[in-house]
């Protein structure tokens, strides 16, 4: 557990609270002392103006141009989000405002490398726009990973602000273009990772995963609990960039381990108390975080009762101008037994492009079937397979002819009766040892989970986007990792099956189109 920590507040604090849900107008704000030279522009309040404003705009010009730059570079993603120039971190702020989702990014302008919080929107979690930098250090040296909660009228960021403390900053327009520091920053001491929620007329502030502040105004915060975490103590490190929801009738913390990446806690929440009592926990990341592993989330309620889940992946081999991609967005349930459900959101679909298929059949014993007509590195595989009583059974992509390179995702059958004393769960591998002959890609160990598989056929839902691979495993399990072929041809699809025969009882395959 962390220790408490010590919040002191701002001696720029306002006179008088402000009504709550709205912004003090009083007090002058506090010197920049950092201020960014990156282009800024004050944008008109209709979404009309901001259109056609958005068509001129410096920052947007610049973008198009530096995409179609990247474009060229082999292994940067059709369908995956990635910055529209120089590197990306940590997702930031997911959230839904007048019908569309924003994600804001730790971006890293060219010409000043600091943290300044990237920007991009969506009608549908799938295919993204660029908008210029939301939020630019000043203030605070960098802009560091934080959360927002979206308000009738407004929509607030709550974020650490390096060398300065944690920091408020609102935003009321149709696009969220412009956003304002109110007067008072910082609001508390120290600066962590975080995340912000209203509860009624009070605003909550997570940081890190275990000290709780509490605010009325958003300029004067206090501690509600510096204990948020109760109960069961699960192995989640250093609890960075939080993300706190209800899913079901339960709530979900999402967060990050510098050791082990990607990970939620699912538990319960007494508001009286402001405690979280969580009951298990689950990683989107199987191994190390780096290299080209999962790293850190951000998320939203859907309004139906899930979550909507993105996460940034690792680069595993040193790239020009950019390095990080993001996951596709994921749709986090809560299933009648109260554990985790993962999808890719439904409107992925949207980008399916021409599609082949493969019919029923039975996989033979130690044989590896290739499956000649389906090839590609921009591809959705639906795969359902019968293990039945097969030693393991193994889907094969981004294979070459002659398997010189490949990437599997190799489901481990223990569900099989082989030692009526001790009967582990099912393990599921996704491989990339040799997914790369380049001397320059990063070895990353294979991701291994375990799954229940209650004696349903294996479901693998794979996605394939040049130099990433997202797994999906019968709704109940994600792996990642970013894979670098070195070889053209390397874009085959096979598979195996050990031992005893398995059953191949369907397969279908869509090329994917570019969200670009």
């Given at each position: 557990m962390m220790k408490p920590l010590l919040i002191i507040l701002s001696l720029a604090l306002y006179s008088a609270a402000a009504e709550p849900?709205?912004?003090?107008?009083?007090?002058?704000?506090?010197?920049?002392?950092?201020?960014?030279?990156?282009?800024?522009?004050?944008?008109?309040?209709?979404?009309?103006?901001?259109?056609?404003?958005?068509?001129?705009?410096?920052?947007?010009?610049?973008?198009?141009?530096?995409?179609?730059?990247?474009?060229?570079?082999?292994?940067?993603?059709?369908?995956?989000?990635?910055?529209?120039?120089?590197?990306?971190?940590?997702?930031?702020?997911?959230?839904?405002?007048?019908?569309?989702?924003?994600?804001?990014?730790?971006?890293?302008?060219?010409?000043?490398?600091?943290?300044?919080?990237?920007?991009?929107?969506?009608?549908?979690?799938?295919?993204?726009?660029?908008?210029?930098?939301?939020?630019?250090?000043?203030?605070?040296?960098?802009?560091?990973?934080?959360?927002?909660?979206?308000?009738?009228?407004?929509?607030?960021?709550?974020?650490?602000?390096?060398?300065?403390?944690?920091?408020?900053?609102?935003?009321?327009?149709?696009?969220?273009?412009?956003?304002?520091?109110?007067?008072?920053n910082p609001v508390a001491q120290p600066a962590r990772d975080s995340c912000i929620w209203k509860q009624g007329d009070t605003y909550l502030g997570l940081m890190g995963s275990n000290t709780l502040l509490s605010s009325t105004d958003l300029a004067h915060w206090n501690t509600a609990n510096a204990n948020f975490l109760s109960g069961p103590s699960f192995p989640i490190d250093d609890g960075n960039c939080p993300t706190f929801v209800p899913i079901g009738d339960k709530y979900i913390l999402l967060l990050f381990?510098?050791?082990?990446?990607g990970q939620y806690l699912l538990g319960d929440y007494d508001p009286r108390q402001f405690k979280f009592t969580p009951y298990d926990h689950g990683r989107f990341n199987h191994g190390l975080v780096s290299p080209a592993?999962?790293?850190?989330?951000?998320?939203?309620?859907?309004?139906?009762?899930?979550?909507?889940?993105i996460l940034n992946i690792n680069e595993g081999k040193p790239a020009n101008g950019w390095d990080h991609i993001f996951s596709l967005a994921q749709q986090l349930t809560l299933a009648p037994d109260k554990r985790l459900r993962i999808e890719p959101v439904a409107a992925v679909a949207s980008l399916r492009g021409p599609h082949q298929s493969a019919a029923q059949t039975v996989l033979p014993a130690?044989?590896?079937?290739?499956?000649?007509?389906?090839?590609?590195?921009?591809?959705?595989?639906?795969?359902?397979?019968?293990?039945?009583?097969?030693?393991?059974?193994?889907?094969?992509?981004l294979r070459s002819p002659k398997a010189e390179e490949y990437t599997t995702i190799t489901f481990h059958n223990y569900d099989r009766n082989v030692n009526r004393w001790f009967r582990p769960n099912s393990i599921v591998c996704l491989d990339g040892s040799r997914s790369s002959t380049l001397p320059d890609v990063i070895a990353r160990p294979p991701e291994t989970a375990s799954i229940e598989r209650g004696g349903e056929p294996i479901r693998l839902r794979v996605f394939i986007d040049r130099s990433v691979v997202e797994v999906f495993v019968n709704g109940k399990l994600y792996l990642a990792m970013r894979v670098y072929p070195g070889r053209q041809d390397s874009l085959g699809v096979s598979l195996r099956?050990?031992?005893?025969?398995?059953?191949?009882?369907?397969?279908d395959a869509w090329q994917m189109q570019s969200i670009w």
């Open positions: 849900g709205k912004t003090p107008e009083s007090s002058a704000p506090a010197p920049e002392k950092f201020p960014s030279p990156v282009p800024k522009q004050t944008f008109s309040q209709t979404l009309t103006e901001q259109q056609k404003e958005l068509k001129t705009n410096e920052l947007m010009r610049r973008f198009a141009a530096s995409r179609k730059q990247l474009s060229a570079d082999r292994y940067r993603p059709a369908y995956h989000f990635v910055s529209p120039e120089s590197t990306l971190n940590d997702p930031n702020g997911l959230s839904f405002w007048q019908g569309r989702w924003h994600l804001f990014y730790q971006a890293y302008p060219p010409e000043d490398t600091r943290q300044h919080w990237g920007h991009t929107v969506s009608d549908d979690l799938v295919h993204w726009r660029d908008l210029p930098y939301a939020i630019y250090p000043g203030i605070e040296r960098m802009c560091f990973s934080g959360g927002t909660v979206v308000e009738d009228k407004q929509v607030v960021a709550f974020y650490p602000g390096i060398d300065a403390g944690m920091m408020v900053a609102v935003s009321r327009d149709p696009l969220l273009l412009n956003w304002e520091k109110i007067p008072g381990s510098h050791t082990r990446g592993g999962v790293h850190a989330p951000s998320a939203s309620t859907d309004g139906k009762g899930g979550v909507i889940n130690n044989q590896e079937i290739v499956l000649d007509a389906i090839k590609g590195d921009t591809m959705e595989l639906d795969v359902e397979i019968d293990p039945q009583t097969a030693s393991w059974v193994q889907l094969n992509v099956a050990q031992g005893q025969d398995a059953v191949l009882k369907k397969l």
